[in-house]
């Protein structure tokens, strides 16, 4: 099968995941689908609720997906719904944001593995994880034992579908204000603050990470794609450093000292160690993130990440903090998003429109900078009232 004749299936995509979507476009050889959980307000209107739930219906998730003409099908995220629409679809790969915290990461995964498994033709799976290095990790953050670390050893059991767990580190894109990114603004939980021009230094802000940009993240996804074999864990950098560095290096691009706050590697095991009730939840998962910056574990291993750049990414110039500060610099809103969308090749310009019988022409997607939901190697709060998980 040829990469252009390739449907690639993209669950749960809220934030993270737009940036593959623009990338999917730019790019040209595959086709995709989003599977969402959400339905417009129109069609809530107009179908029945068991219908919603029965089959897959083609929906319109919000202008983003709107203005790009992307094909969006809904799904209660159940193995038989995912599965009819990997077949409408012949989809060949499933890329899964699901940004679950608890148990429930596992239930909506477990599905997304069966219905790959009974596919007739996707065969490919890379689950939600994007976090740092679970090779000499596995248990950092600490919330990912109930999600994240039962899930992988489903996979571990698993023979009929080829799959990757793919890490990066942090998102470089948290240096940005909220009008440059499509992720959206966690002052609290990432340490380095743009929109209040301030940081909260974890522990020394000397021990070594990974810094990685939303869009070399799509870029990279889409060249796992075409590659023959895939290993178990792949990690990517764009750049290895620490807090202090970043901030140092925020301070030099925009010309002025940026206030700080330190809290120290005993208020953070403190907080480790609070009771799990339900009013402790929040901070004990903040705890947990925080391990990932004082521990190392946010630092992809170097040896494994250089060797698989030179195997599956050798063309991908990876973006430095200092790149994409000039690439979305002072007036440039989602300035690498908008020259994607305002420079797309005519054949993939969204077809217009017209009344049945009547010509049809092709214009590019208008930008939308519309601010989502958060999505990151470590999600905090997001959750479905119905306990299925919130869109990354």
């Known amino acids: 099968m040829t990469d252009k004749h390739q449907v690639i299936a993209l669950c749960s995509v809220g934030n993270l995941g737009k940036y593959l979507c623009d990338e999917l476009l730019t790019d040209g050889r595959y086709e995709f689908v989003v599977i969402s959980r959400q339905v417009s307000a129109r069609l809530r209107g107009l179908i029945p609720s068991p219908k919603l739930t029965e089959h897959a219906i083609k929906s319109k998730k919000g202008p983003f997906f709107e203005e790009r003409g992307i094909d969006v099908r809904t799904s209660d995220y159940s193995t038989d719904s995912v599965l009819r629409i990997l077949n409408e679809t012949n989809a060949s790969t499933l890329i899964s944001f699901n940004n679950c915290i608890d148990e429930t990461f596992v239930t909506v995964h477990a599905a997304f593995l069966d219905a790959c498994r009974k596919s007739n033709n996707c065969k490919r799976f890379i689950p939600s994880e994007f976090a ?32 990757t767990i793919f890490n990066n580190g942090w998102l470089m894109d948290y240096f940005l204000t909220q009008d440059k990114t499509y992720m959206p ?37 889409i060249m796992l794609l075409s590659a023959p074999e895939w290993e178990r864990t792949t990690y990517i950098t764009g750049q290895w450093s620490t807090f202090n560095e970043m901030t140092r290096a925020m301070e030099e691009f925009h010309g002025r000292p940026m206030p700080k706050t330190y809290k120290s590697r005993e208020e953070i095991d403190r907080d480790a160690s609070l009771p799990p009730t339900a009013a402790n939840q929040e901070a004990l998962i903040l705890a947990s993130v925080e391990e990932m910056m004082i521990t190392g574990s946010g630092a992809c291993p170097r040896e494994k990440t250089l060797r698989q750049r030179g195997k599956f990414f050798e063309s991908l110039s990876f973006t430095t903090l200092e790149e994409l500060l000039l690439q979305t610099g002072k007036g440039a809103k989602l300035a690498l998003t908008h020259s994607v969308l305002l420079n797309l090749p005519p054949h993939l310009c969204r077809e217009t429109e017209q009344p049945r019988g009547g010509p049809k022409s092709l214009s590019p997607p208008r930008p939308v900078c519309t601010p989502v939901l958060f999505a990151n190697a470590a999600p905090v709060r997001v959750r479905k009232k119905d306990g299925r998980g919130e869109d990354a």
């Not at 966690?186 to 340490?191: G, R, T, V």
């Not at 810094?211 to 990279?220: E, L, Q, V, Y």
């Open 132 to 163: 740092g290095n679970i090779d000499d990790f596995p248990l950092i953050p600490s919330f990912f034992s109930t999600s994240r670390v039962p899930f992988r050893k489903i996979l571990e059991q698993e023979n009929d579908v080829e799959w």
């Open 185 to 221: 603004a966690i002052p609290d939980e990432f340490p380095i603050d743009p929109n209040n021009w301030k940081a909260c230094i974890r522990g020394t802000g000397d021990q070594l990470q990974s810094f990685t940009s939303a869009g070399d993240i799509a870029k990279a996804l």
